[in-house]
């Protein structure tokens, strides 16, 4: 008994102790210069080091080129997985979709358009990945389907498509807020409301 | 003598005390200026920002209140991790650090999650009852957010 009143005793002493010592801890952290650089400066800087090295790698890549193939291949069977009601196809085909973006050599896209190409490939990779990791939660995946058709939309005005592609438009989605999406055909297949309203929109643009 | 409950239940209270020693580093980020902060950058009503400062800021901010029990761990370094997550996704004091598209991108997921009554979290609201969000302010703060989006959108 006499032992664990002193082993208590030694263990409250020592929680103490350390307490205090992180007490100080928060205070230098706290007026401390910010010791963590958020998400988005470490992208501008890493856009940096690829600008940075983008003439050594030059002589390398001159025969390769950007192309939106693979994005869009991934995009569009993420489109064709939604329209089914299909979340877990949709979540494979948003991991796709960020696993293509990842294949990505940004300096291989020509200097002048090389912000733009970084700018939406960043916010469209988020989306891809919420996509990805709600598998059970369509009504969220179509939520950042929405702002990833608009980044689609800017890849391909930008960028162009080695495939025909249509822009179409979904009037009610988001609470009359409206939404586009691409597709490979004419014919509309809504991603946004699946089967419940499948031929619901119209197409606005060819690319 | 041979079986001693009391063995165990030391051994136990000296894991739980050496767990002490361990402690997260809190309040990432912090500064006393943030330039880059939603409220610097953009005009925040003040409803709002009372809204985003109770219900939000705790884990998309740089300015995180710790309760005590933060300090008792495993519980602080668990809450820790929910917490860098948090501002990993959203980060109100270096929300002018993003760009104009994510911004807007950000501002309508947010919309959509208050909305969908998924931010903030049950499991946070539980905890703190006063984070949640009454049907005026779901309001109050998705329209606000979602002309914010327009006027970034058109720029």
Not at chain 1, 58 to 79: C, D, M, P
Not at chain 1, 92 to 109: P, Q, S
Not at chain 2, 29 to 41: D, R
Request: proline letters at 3%; one cysteine or more; glycine letters at 8%.
């Amino acid at each position: 008994m006499k032992n664990t009143i002193y082993s208590l005793l030694a263990i409250s002493l020592l929680t103490i102790s350390c307490g205090k010592k992180e007490n100080n801890n928060v205070e230098s952290a706290s007026d401390g210069l910010p010791n963590e650089i958020s998400a988005a400066p470490k992208e501008a800087a890493a856009a940096k080091d690829s600008t940075g090295t983008a003439d050594s790698q030059k002589a390398e890549v001159n025969t390769a080129s950007f192309s939106t193939k693979g994005i869009i291949a991934a995009y569009l069977k993420l489109q064709d997985a939604l329209a089914r009601d299909d979340a877990k196809g949709a979540a494979g085909a948003g991991k796709t979709l960020l696993n293509e973006f990842n294949k990505i050599d940004a300096t291989m896209v020509e200097d002048k358009k090389r912000a733009d190409y970084l700018d939406i490939a960043a916010d469209a990779k988020e989306h891809a990945e919420h996509i990805s990791h709600n598998a059970s939660d369509i009504a969220h995946q179509r939520e950042h389907m929405a702002v990833l058709g608009r980044d689609m939309t800017d890849l391909v005005t930008a960028f162009g498509s080695e495939t025909k592609l249509y822009q179409a438009h979904c009037p009610m989605y988001n609470g009359g807020k409206g939404a586009v999406w691409l597709s490979a055909g004419r014919n509309i297949r809504n991603p946004y409301y699946g089967e419940e309203m499948l031929t619901c929109g119209s197409i606005k643009k060819e690319f | 003598m041979g079986w001693r409950p009391g063995k165990a239940a030391t051994a136990l209270l000296v894991v739980f005390a050496l767990m002490q020693c361990y402690q997260p580093k809190q309040g990432a980020g912090a500064t006393e200026e943030e330039p880059q902060s939603i409220e610097v950058v953009y005009k925040v009503p003040g409803q709002v920002a009372g809204i985003l400062e109770r219900s939000c800021y705790n884990c998309h901010s740089n300015t995180t209140y710790y309760p005590w029990y933060s300090y008792v761990q495993p519980v602080g370094w668990w809450l820790e991790g929910h917490i860098s997550e948090g501002k990993e996704e959203l980060n109100f004091s270096e929300f002018g650090a993003y760009s104009k598209r994510r911004q807007a991108s950000k501002l309508e997921s947010i919309a959509g999650q208050v909305k969908a009554g998924s931010m903030p979290p049950e499991s946070y609201a539980l905890v703190h009852r006063d984070a949640r969000l009454t049907k005026e302010e779901v309001q109050v703060l998705t329209q606000w957010m979602q002309a914010l989006q327009d006027s970034v959108s058109v720029e």
